[in-house]
């Protein structure tokens, strides 16, 4: 799926910037650094990102999904944020009340 060199493990220097230290992505931080050292040399963490973003059906904005997706925090941002290094997983329900009674979910009690 992906070669070798597009995930990382942590054993990466974080980029200094005037004696500041900046982070770029997530094995650049000191707590994957620590994790990292508190784990066996062959194991590897592996950081799994989900989300969703709202997207409409039709040309009115009345229909939308919402899809939930996943990638790998280890896959570096400009790698992530291609189209083939995230994959959908579904379809998150979206409820819609009838009237301003069913908005109250006080009202939704046996």
Not at 5 to 34: D, L, R
Not at 63 to 84: A, F, M, Q, V
Request: glycine letters at 6%; proline letters at 5%; charged letters at 25%.
């Amino acid at each position: 799926m992906y070669r070798k060199s597009f995930i990382k493990s942590g054993n990466f220097p974080a980029f200094c910037i005037e004696n500041e230290q900046s982070y770029g992505e997530q094995y650049t931080g000191n707590w994957w650094k620590k994790a990292k050292e508190s784990i066996p040399s062959v194991a590897h963490i592996l950081s799994i990102i989900l989300y969703s973003d709202a997207t409409t059906t039709d040309t009115l904005g009345k229909g939308s999904l919402h899809p939930i997706y996943i990638s790998l925090g280890n896959i570096p941002t400009w790698r992530r944020n291609k189209e083939d290094a995230k994959q959908l997983l579904g379809y998150l329900l979206i409820l819609s009340a009838k009237d301003e009674r069913e908005k109250n979910p006080l009202n939704l009690k046996n």
